[in-house]
């Protein structure tokens, strides 16, 4: 019988498209929702249903991934998990409750019920290149997904800010993994991703409202291309979404070996300074239409380092013309305008 995947996060921009992916390889996959509601929008999604999976898809409802035993009737069977359910930065979002503890304490909770499910061979776990780095990147210091930043000591119990929270929340959560991995020995193997901003379509969005505003990170890229200023800095470095999917699906099917990494980063360097350029190249129409306008979107500079992952699964990563041009074309879609 064909390997049963549990994947988290299948209600968000990157798990939809692991999703898909997974289901175009002919995998069986259980997704966890937090609610029957959120479970029925993927089962009903267009693309979903022109894939027509059938029994091959099964929704199994967690509310809270953090409280004991929410898990064991999600990991029944499985055999790889993709753990990628966690918190983005959303504004008005608190910072303990809706970004650090379900992150470390969700993650945590994955890793402990797993040692009771010895059909379990593999657990792959979305973190970030922000978990790579200290809170002010230093882009003289090329850093690469095995890199890990000393966690807060002792642990938070508020926050400045809500991004704070979120890059310290993803350096935690990779220490506690590797920590949890050295102690238990799992019978298991684990690995990180550490995606750099993602961008490209998000079939999970209906319309073009949904595209602009409610899109995880494709929303700065929209409101910098819809002539709206973001107020800070975004991290220099990119994956596109198509990418970011593969990538998944082939690490969560690598070999564990002495020699294979259990890091693997998925991230192009970038400065957000081109990105209108990129607009009026392939959008002159509907630069002049008024439908895109420019908005500033200042870049953090940083060097990141992926080319193992490039090495290691056989390919090389989009450029970012590219997801600009998919995020661009899909929104031009919902408004019924010609992307031509
Ligand atoms: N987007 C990026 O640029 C980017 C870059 C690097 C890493 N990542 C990481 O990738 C993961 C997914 O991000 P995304 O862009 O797909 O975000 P997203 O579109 O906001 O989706 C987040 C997913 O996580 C689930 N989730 C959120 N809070 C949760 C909680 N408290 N308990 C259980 N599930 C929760 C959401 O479920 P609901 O639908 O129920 O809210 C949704 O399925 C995150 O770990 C994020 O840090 C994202």
Redesign the pocket.
């Known amino acids: 019988m064909p390997s049963l995947i549990l994947i988290?996060?299948?209600?968000?921009?990157?798990?939809?498209r692991a999703l898909l992916e997974l289901l175009r390889n002919n995998y069986n996959v259980r997704f966890?929702?937090?609610?029957e509601a959120?479970a029925q929008k993927v089962l009903t999604n267009s693309v979903i249903q022109d894939l027509a999976p059938g029994e091959r898809l099964t929704p199994v409802i967690?509310p809270?991934?953090t409280v004991d035993g929410a898990l064991d009737a999600a990991l029944k069977d499985v055999e790889y998990i993709l753990h990628?359910?966690?918190?983005?930065p959303?504004p008005g979002f608190d910072p303990i409750t809706?970004v650090w503890e379900?992150?470390i304490k969700?993650t945590a909770n994955l890793l402990s019920t797993a040692l009771k499910f010895p059909t379990i061979k593999r657990i792959v776990i979305?973190?970030?290149?922000?978990g790579n780095m200290p809170l002010l990147p230093d882009p003289t210091k090329t850093v690469t997904a095995a890199s890990r930043v000393p966690s807060p000591s002792p642990y938070p119990t508020s926050f400045p800010d809500l991004f704070q929270s979120?890059v310290l929340t993803?350096i935690t959560e990779a220490n506690e993994t590797d920590a949890f991995v050295a102690k238990h020995n799992p019978h298991f193997s684990v690995a990180h991703i550490?995606?750099?901003?993602?961008?490209g379509r998000n079939e999970l969005c209906l319309t073009a409202e949904e595209i602009r505003d409610e899109?995880?990170?494709n929303r700065y890229l929209m409101g910098s291309i819809t002539g709206k200023d973001l107020p800070f800095p975004l991290h220099g470095g990119y994956v596109h979404i198509d990418d970011l999917a593969k990538v998944h699906v082939q690490v969560m099917c690598l070999e564990p070996t002495p020699q294979m990494p259990s890091n693997f980063g998925a991230c192009t360097d970038i400065d957000y300074s081109n990105l209108f350029d990129i607009v009026e190249k392939n959008f002159p129409q509907q630069v002049a239409d008024g439908t895109f306008a420019p908005g500033k979107l200042p870049t953090l500079p940083m060097s990141y380092d992926s080319s193992e992952t490039e090495a290691i699964l056989g390919f090389k990563f989009r450029p970012f013309e590219d997801a600009v041009v998919d995020v661009a074309k899909q929104y031009l879609e919902k408004l019924g305008k010609d992307s031509a």
């Not at 988290?8 to 939809?16: D, Q, R, S, V």
């Open positions: 988290t996060g299948a209600t968000g921009l990157i798990g939809f966890t929702a937090r609610s959120k967690v809270d991934m990628i359910g966690n918190p983005v959303v809706q379900p992150t969700g979305t973190s970030s290149i922000v979120y993803k550490m995606p750099g901003y993602v961008f899109n995880s990170s």
